[in-house]
């Protein structure tokens, strides 16, 4: 049986008018597990993966799945065991993928402000290169590599100086953003980094931005960075890897970004045009693996009809769901019981924080009650993973979805979890 989907959720549908996430419905998942809770689909992610690596089929290429999208244990244990690498960006990311069980040979290191406590902890850990970010790192790298008698392996990031097209806050290829090397400064800097006896260059990098919808701004980029590797190599430097970061958008409110095999298709042509097609490729997607993939769901506590506005009070706030507050982001909410029968009010949904930012959907037609459930779609990705104790609010639970089915992995946070680290003054002090 064939079950109607809604449109860029292809896991979510309805059945008699239930919400379900892949074969199983989203309110026994709320009454098992309590709201608000973030819910994945293993099948979903797999999916997801497998675009990609159709796209790269026949090709050499590692994808390294950029962590900070969905760190959740359980999902980096479904993406080592499908073979995946990992970008990381801190110690912390680096300890998670041990835990889950990753083959450390496949993890990049990322960001801007690498310690050099975290840089001794991924040399020791054998990690498969580092994306160095600055000169200045390239030195410190330097030292701390020859501190411990070992060679890093680095790939510089570079800055490609293109307009990704995304929203400001997460453009990072552009000559004003923090990140990269400069693509002007960039042979130099690997001139210097193949003169220093602690790295050993094995690629090169860049990464423009997040939630890109069109294609021309990866052409651009790549089209910048072939460019750097026929110069650098041209100067004796040769480059193993070409890593073109992630950045893949998704759909969120009818977004038409490039399937990853589509994409990947005219981006492997334009490689083999240049000569580049039998490198090694590496990608950092992020978003386009988990962001669909997942649904958080919520309660209805309180409808509050007003002079200007109605509001639709949820369980859930932007300390679990911060992407509205931080970035005007939209995510659909839908109902977990359609009402065919209830006309529909219109209504800003907001959580219980107290802050006039906390919303999560502004104008949404709605057909609800107090009590009902909704689900907030596209919580795959740069939810839970930035999600805070804000309020004193405990972070929700998560639970993955398979054809087994439903498996708790991360359990809800207690209060006393919220504030466990804490003591009171001493006597002495008072
Ligand atoms: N590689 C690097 C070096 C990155 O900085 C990022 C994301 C990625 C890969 C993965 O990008 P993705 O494929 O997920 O677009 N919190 C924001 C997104 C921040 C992205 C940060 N870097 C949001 O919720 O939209």
């Known amino acids: 049986m064939t079950l109607p989907t809604l449109p860029g959720h292809p896991h979510v549908h309805y059945q008699d008018q239930a919400l379900h996430l892949d074969r199983i419905p989203a309110r026994q998942l709320a009454q098992e597990f309590g709201t608000p809770l973030f819910v994945y689909s293993k099948a979903a992610m797999l999916d997801a993966l497998a675009a990609y690596q159709r796209g790269f089929a026949g090709r050499r290429a590692q994808i390294c799945y950029a962590m900070k999208a969905n760190s959740s244990l359980a999902?980096?244990?479904?993406?080592?065991?499908?073979?995946?690498?990992?970008?990381?960006?801190?110690?912390?990311?680096?300890?998670?993928?041990?835990?889950?069980?990753?083959?450390?040979?496949?993890?990049?290191?990322?960001?801007?402000?690498?310690?050099r406590a975290e840089m001794r902890m991924a040399l020791e850990a054998g990690i498969g290169c580092f994306n160095v970010e600055s000169e200045a790192e390239l030195e410190v790298l330097n030292q701390v590599a020859c501190e411990l008698g070992v060679q890093a392996p680095v790939s510089i990031r570079v800055n490609p100086n293109v307009d990704a097209k995304t929203h400001p806050y997460i453009s990072t290829g552009l000559k004003g953003n923090k990140f990269g090397v400069a693509h002007d400064h960039a042979l130099a800097a690997y001139q210097r980094a193949a003169s220093l006896p602690g790295l050993r260059v094995v690629g090169i990098d860049c990464h423009i931005g997040s939630q890109i919808t069109q294609t021309t701004p990866y052409l651009d980029a790549m089209d910048r960075i072939l460019d750097l590797v026929e110069a650098i190599e041209q100067a004796g430097i040769p480059i193993h890897h070409i890593d073109f970061g992630g950045g893949l958008g998704i759909d969120y409110n009818g977004d038409t970004p490039p399937k990853a095999d589509e994409l990947w298709q005219q981006l492997l042509s334009r490689l083999d045009a240049r000569g580049f097609g039998q490198r090694l490729l590496m990608i950092e997607p992020g978003r386009s693996l988990v962001g669909n993939a997942g649904i958080c769901l919520t309660e209805v506590l309180y409808l509050k009809p007003g002079e200007q506005k109605n509001f639709c009070i949820i369980d859930a706030a932007m300390n679990d769901l911060p992407r509205p507050a931080m970035y005007e982001a939209y995510h659909a909410i839908v109902p977990v019981?359609?009402?065919?029968?209830?006309?529909?009010?219109?209504?800003?949904?907001?959580?219980?924080?107290?802050?006039?930012?906390?919303?999560?959907?502004?104008?949404?037609?709605?057909?609800?009650?107090?009590?009902?459930?909704?689900?907030?779609?596209?919580?795959?990705?740069?939810?839970?993973?930035?999600?805070?104790?804000?309020?004193?609010?405990?972070?929700p639970a998560e639970v993955l979805v398979d054809d087994k089915g439903a498996h708790l992995v991360r359990r809800r946070e207690s209060v006393e979890d919220t504030f466990a680290l804490e003591t009171l003054l001493p006597a002495a002090v008072r």
């Open 337 to 395: 019981q359609a009402k065919g029968d209830q006309a529909p009010s219109r209504y800003d949904v907001v959580g219980p924080v107290c802050e006039s930012g906390d919303w999560i959907g502004r104008d949404r037609e709605l057909a609800v009650a107090q009590g009902d459930l909704l689900a907030v779609l596209s919580a795959g990705a740069y939810c839970m993973s930035m999600a805070s104790n804000y309020n004193t609010r405990g972070r």
């Open 75 to 115: 999902v980096l244990q479904l993406f080592a065991e499908a073979g995946c690498g990992f970008d990381i960006v801190s110690g912390g990311e680096l300890a998670r993928v041990r835990a889950a069980g990753a083959d450390l040979g496949k993890v990049i290191f990322s960001g801007v402000g690498k310690t």
